[in-house]
């Protein structure tokens, strides 16, 4: 249903691609767009499955054709190429360290199977082509311009349906886009949640904080500013309906981070003083949001120990691969197909075959199992140096938006990425690939 849907928005978006055209008015937009609200719906076409039964690692175990390699096809062909020359720049390292590491997981002899490394592959170049072609259709402005379009379409939609379920308990809506989404939208009985586009309410979560942090950057620098603040509320009222512990907490981080950060960027917000500007308020909402709200009990009362018990297992899980190979890892894309041939790795610590079939949900130790202590460290280094050299650009008046929304990116993934695997699945990496590269480029 989700594929049907998709083409029905493929639609919707060559008619006003046209109508643009009538008019005479730049169309470029609608490519970022476009992009940005079908991301959540992994619109792919599978070419070969390697293991039905059990997924190598969050982005599964099928090599497919996404459709950004589709709409990059599209653009290439309608680009005129005289005299192009691709020059190498320093801020494209992230890029090309990734690369590496795909490289390395090829030859990598922990590796259960290059075909792991290769789904990420596809995915990762299919990306990064289209994001090189959207810097050659248009300028930076054109780019933002598509990007709000985008997301405020898709907040709308998020927050609509959050509205059927579970507001109006209409749990038809879980399954428009996703199959199993009732399933996880019901947290298998335990408690309820949305998912709008996606599958997960922590996916859907993580998304619209990553939004309400580009609505708060485009706030803060005066773009659309009636509009932002709409949307800050509709991505506020979205992420309460998912009912996520974790996003709760992240959803006050960010925004108190976000806001602080582009209001200090020239001073030294690590000083004593200020960090203690953002510790006081933060942790009086967060004391506020667990001891004292109405979602208090998601927190004390819920499953939120056994929880705990769960994510503990997959630490040891984790720790196990990275004394098995602790400096390059088992392969990216591979911790999963690792623990199944290793199948004492979870037996040595419980009898439930959860494990085996959901990625370890601690993203930081997904980096760290599958890219080993280099890349781990190269990890925290781009979360931690991302969001200074963000800061040193909204100081410097440049790319203020990208920059800023890249602070609340980044800041998601670090706490979010404790508790989950949510950042490191194909709907949202698309999304943090997006904001990330943008914010080098420019």
Same mark, same amino acid.
């Given at each position: 249903?989700?594929?049907?849907?998709?083409?029905?928005?493929?639609?919707?978006? +060559?008619?006003r691609?046209?109508?643009?055209?009538?008019?005479?008015?730049?169309?470029?937009?609608?490519?970022?767009?476009?992009?940005?609200?079908?991301?959540?719906?992994?619109?792919?076409?599978? =070419?070969?499955s #390697?293991?039905?039964?059990?997924?190598?690692?969050?982005?599964?175990?099928t090599?497919?054709i996404?459709l950004?390699?589709?709409?990059?096809?599209?653009?290439?062909a309608?680009?005129?190429?005289?005299?192009?020359?691709?020059?190498?720049?320093?801020? #494209?390292?992230?890029?090309?360290?990734?690369?590496?590491?795909?490289?390395?997981?090829f030859?990598? &002899?922990? /590796?259960?199977?290059?075909?792991?490394?290769?789904?990420?592959?596809?995915?990762?170049?299919?990306?990064?082509?289209?994001?090189?072609?959207?810097?050659?259709? %248009?300028?930076?402005?054109?780019?933002?311009?598509?990007?709000?379009?985008?997301?405020?379409?898709?907040?709308?939609s998020?927050?609509? =349906?959050?509205?059927?379920?579970?507001?109006?308990?209409?749990?038809a809506?879980?399954?428009?886009?996703?199959?199993?989404?009732?399933?996880? +939208?019901?947290?298998?009985?335990?408690?309820?949640?949305?998912?709008?586009?996606f599958k997960? &309410?922590?996916?859907?979560?993580? #998304?619209?904080? %990553?939004? %309400?942090s580009?609505?708060?950057?485009?706030?803060?620098?005066?773009?659309?500013?009636? %509009?932002?603040?709409?949307?800050?509320?509709?991505?506020?009222?979205?992420?309460?309906?998912?009912?996520?512990?974790?996003?709760?907490?992240?959803?006050?981080?960010?925004?108190?981070?976000?806001? #602080?950060?582009?209001?200090? /960027?020239?001073?030294?917000?690590?000083?004593?003083?200020?960090?203690?500007?953002?510790?006081i308020? /933060?942790?009086?909402?967060?004391?506020?949001?667990?001891?004292?709200?109405?979602?208090?009990?998601?927190?004390?009362?819920?499953?939120?120990?056994?929880?705990?018990?769960?994510?503990?297992?997959?630490?040891?899980?984790?720790?196990?691969?990275?004394?098995?190979?602790?400096? =390059?890892?088992?392969?990216l894309? +591979?911790?999963?197909?690792?623990i199944t041939?290793?199948?004492?790795i979870?037996?040595?610590?419980?009898?439930?075959?959860?494990?085996?079939?959901?990625?370890?949900?601690?993203?930081?130790?997904?980096?760290?199992?599958?890219?080993?202590?280099?890349?781990?460290?190269?990890?925290?280094?781009?979360?931690?140096?991302?969001?200074?050299? +963000?800061?040193?650009?909204?100081?410097a008046?440049?790319?203020?938006?990208?920059?800023?929304?890249?602070?609340?990116?980044?800041?998601?993934?670090?706490?979010?990425?404790?508790?989950?695997?949510? &950042?490191?699945?194909?709907?949202?990496?698309a999304?943090?690939?997006?904001?990330?590269?943008?914010?080098?480029?420019?």
């Open positions: 249903m989700g594929i049907q849907l998709g083409y029905v928005v493929i639609f919707v978006y +060559a008619f691609y046209l109508i643009l055209l009538t008019t005479g008015r730049n169309r470029n937009y609608i490519f970022v767009s476009l992009f940005l609200v079908l991301a959540p719906l992994e619109i792919t076409k599978g =070419l070969t #390697y293991n039905a039964n059990v997924a190598y690692g969050s982005f599964g175990s090599v497919v996404y950004p390699l589709v709409i990059a096809v599209f653009i290439f309608s680009l005129k190429w005289k005299n192009e020359k691709i020059q190498y720049d320093s801020k #494209y390292n992230f890029v090309s360290i990734t690369f590496l590491f795909i490289v390395i997981s030859f990598n &002899p922990y /590796s259960v199977a290059n075909n792991a490394t290769l789904i990420f592959l596809i995915f990762f170049a299919s990306h990064i082509f289209l994001f090189y072609l959207f810097s050659r259709l %248009m300028t930076k402005d054109m780019i933002i311009i598509g990007a709000f379009d985008g997301l405020k379409w898709l907040t709308i998020q927050l609509f =349906l959050a509205i059927c379920f579970p507001l109006l308990n209409i749990i809506v879980t399954n428009l886009f996703h199959e199993g989404g009732e399933v996880w +939208a019901t947290r298998l009985g335990s408690r309820v949640g949305a998912v709008g586009f997960h &309410p922590g996916n859907l979560a993580l #998304y619209t904080i %990553m939004s %309400m580009f609505f708060l950057s485009c706030y803060l620098s005066g773009f659309q500013r009636r %509009m932002s603040t709409l949307l800050i509320a509709a991505c506020v009222a979205t992420v309460i309906l998912t009912y996520s512990r974790t996003s709760f907490i992240a959803l006050i981080l960010v925004a108190f981070c976000t806001y #602080y950060i582009y209001k200090n /960027s020239k001073k030294n917000i690590f000083s004593l003083g200020n960090i203690l500007k953002i510790v308020p /933060s942790t009086l909402a967060l004391y506020w949001l667990i001891f004292l709200s109405p979602f208090s009990s998601s927190f004390i009362e819920s499953d939120a120990s056994s929880q705990y018990d769960n994510r503990m297992i997959h630490f040891f899980m984790a720790f196990k691969i990275f004394t098995d190979s602790p400096f =390059l890892g088992v392969g894309n +591979a911790h999963l197909g690792y041939k290793h199948f004492g979870v037996q040595a610590f419980t009898a439930d075959e959860f494990y085996l079939h959901n990625p370890i949900h601690n993203s930081h130790l997904i980096v760290l199992a599958e890219t080993g202590i280099v890349g781990f460290i190269l990890w925290v280094y781009f979360l931690l140096g991302g969001i200074i050299n +963000a800061k040193n650009q909204i100081a008046g440049s790319n203020r938006i990208f920059s800023s929304t890249l602070v609340g990116v980044l800041i998601a993934y670090v706490i979010y990425g404790m508790t989950g695997w949510a &950042p490191m699945s194909p709907s949202i990496f999304f943090f690939l997006f904001y990330a590269y943008f914010a080098k480029m420019y």
